[in-house]
C-alpha cells in the first residue's frame, strides 16, 4: 500500500514561488501515474497536476497551466510541485495522489474511484 506525505507550503506573496514534495513510501511507486490536487476552503477539491509514471506525460489544470510545473525523481520515490507566479486564488491545502487503478488511462485523475487514500495535504497561502 502507498502512503504518501505532502511538504513544502507555506505562506508567500503574490507573484512568488514554492516547490511542494510529496514522498510516497512503497516499493512499486514507479508503477503508478501521480497528480496533485487542492482543495480551496469552502470549495471541492480539484485536479492541479498529473504526470505519468515514466514521467514522460504531464497534465496540468488550465488554472495552472504555464505556472506550475510537476515532476517525480522516481529513485526518491518523489513527485514534486513548482509553483511559479502564484495567485492568491492559489491558496489551498495541496494534495498528492496516485493511479491506484490503472484502469483509466491518462484521465485517471478525473475518476475518484481510481485514487489511492489521501495524505494531510499540506497549505499554501498567497497573501496579495
Known amino acids: 500500500q502507498v502512503q504518501l506525505v505532502e511538504s513544502g507550503g507555506g505562506l508567500v506573496q503574490a507573484g512568488g514561488s514554492l516547490r511542494l514534495s510529496c514522498a510516497a513510501s512503497?516499493?512499486?511507486?514507479?508503477?503508478?501515474?501521480m497528480g496533485w490536487f487542492r482543495q480551496a476552503p469552502g470549495k471541492e477539491r480539484e485536479f492541479v497536476a498529473a504526470?505519468?509514471?515514466?514521467?514522460?506525460?504531464?497534465y496540468y489544470a488550465d488554472s495552472v497551466k504555464g505556472r506550475f510545473t510537476i515532476s517525480r525523481d522516481n529513485a526518491k520515490n518523489t513527485v514534486y510541485l513548482q509553483m511559479n507566479s502564484l495567485k492568491p486564488e492559489d491558496t489551498a491545502v495541496y494534495y498528492c495522489?496516485?493511479?491506484?487503478?490503472?484502469?483509466?488511462?491518462?484521465?485517471?485523475?478525473?475518476?475518484?474511484?481510481?485514487?489511492?487514500?489521501w495524505g494531510q495535504g499540506t497549505l499554501v497561502t498567497v497573501s496579495s
Open positions: 504526470i505519468s509514471w515514466s514521467g514522460g506525460s504531464t
Open positions: 512503497g516499493r512499486t511507486f514507479s508503477s503508478y501515474a
Open positions: 495522489n496516485f493511479d491506484r487503478s490503472g484502469l483509466y488511462g491518462s484521465r485517471w485523475y478525473t475518476r475518484s474511484d481510481a485514487l489511492g487514500a
